[in-house]
């Protein structure tokens, strides 16, 4: 008997003291585990060439974001850096619906099979081609008809 009266005292006092370390600011530390270092990825200057296009998305009720991405020609999507024209960063509105040259800094690694590639700032933004009608549609070309036959001779 005498026995659990003293755990139950020990328990108590454990948890008033871990409390009271808490209150301090020091308690939280104390009861965490320390988390592991990983080293920071090195950002890689990257070159991409597609077309870019903007995407608005509900973030909040009432509240909207536009996102940007390049589409490659293979398909593959890249979401841009936000745009931060008012901090002296780029417009991308400029560019919507054109075939454009992004280099930037960025990650890019195959995971499963896949291409993953995270831009994180974009260093310049250059037009390469044709710009289509409406943003984010893929360039369209109307085929060219052949010309018409010659008309044969007249006749007597």
């Known amino acids: 008997m005498r026995w659990i009266t003293m755990a139950a ?8 003291l871990q409390a009271q ?3 301090e600011g020091g308690g939280a530390d104390v009861l965490r585990k320390p988390a592991k270092e990983r080293p920071k990825p090195e950002l890689k200057t990257l070159t ?3 077309r870019i296009s903007k995407v608005e998305k509900q973030a909040d009720p009432g509240e909207t974001v536009a996102l940007y991405l390049l ?3 293979s398909g593959h999507q890249v979401r841009l850096p936000a745009n931060r024209k ?9 560019f919507l619906g054109q075939e454009v040259q992004v280099t930037g800094e960025g990650l890019e690694r195959e995971e499963q099979g896949r291409r993953l590639v995270l831009l994180k700032k974009i260093v310049s933004i250059q037009k390469t081609g044709v710009t289509s009608g409406s943003p984010g549609a893929p360039a369209t070309t109307a085929p060219v ?12």
């Open 9 to 16: 005292i020990g328990t108590v006092l454990a948890l008033a």
């Open 21 to 23: 370390a808490g209150k």
């Open 48 to 50: 991409l060439v597609g």
């Open 145 to 156: 008809a052949p010309p018409p036959p010659p008309a044969p001779p007249a006749q007597p």
């Open 86 to 94: 008012a901090k002296g960063g780029t417009d991308l509105d400029e």
């Open 71 to 73: 589409t490659e020609a």
